[in-house]
């Protein structure tokens, strides 16, 4: 079982560029995220979805944006890479959204360690 | 203030000591707590859930909940270096999709 896979691992891109992180989950998870994790702070979602076609903004929207296709993928995309985007990038995926019993258990991926310069 | 507040360490003990990591917060409508271990280079892996207050014990790790002083608590019993990583608290009001992390705690156990 692959589980949720982020490409790529490792990125560098110069201000002003764009880029796409791509997600794929396995597991027929409904609900997939993403977060990123900056140095001494938690992880802080960026978007979110509940199933295809359907996409919500978390807490830091800003600078990015998601589409949600198929139930397996979720690419999360840069248009203006700033500085302040520099961070480790963590998609990942639950059966259900809500905590209730365990139901919203997150599979991570691996992360995608990005920085602008 | 922080909603979820952690020690980010690093946490440095002898192999085979009791490990004790912490978390405080200041929403009340919390109820769901878990704890997530991130190995370095890696995505975090859920270790330990637990719903509103009280213990949960699974082999060598018992999650605590104390809602009345809003803190939560992750012990390692007989600790290895295998559990060297970081450690995430976090948290949710159950009714929402939405997990509130602390910035982690970093272990490391000295053989």
Known sequence: NAGVTQTPKFRILKIGQSMTLQCAQDMNHNYMYWYRQDPGMGLKLIYYSVGAGITDKGEVPNGYNVSRSTTEDFPLRLELAAPSQTSVYFCASSRQGKVEAGANVLTFGAGSRLTVL | ??????????????????????????????????????????????????????????????????????????????SQPSDSATYLCAMSEGSSYKLIFGSGTRLLVRP
């Open chain 2, 1 to 78: 203030q922080k909603e979820v507040e952690q020690d980010p360490g690093p946490l440095s003990v002898p192999e085979g000591a009791i490990v004790s990591l912490n978390c405080t917060y200041s929403n009340s409508a919390f109820q769901y707590f878990m704890w997530y271990r991130q190995y370095s280079r890696k995505g975090p892996e859920l270790l330990m859930y637990t719903y509103s207050s009280g213990n949960k014990e699974d082999g060598r790790f018992t999650a605590q909940v104390d809602k009345s002083s809003k803190y939560i608590s992750l012990f390692i019993r007989d």
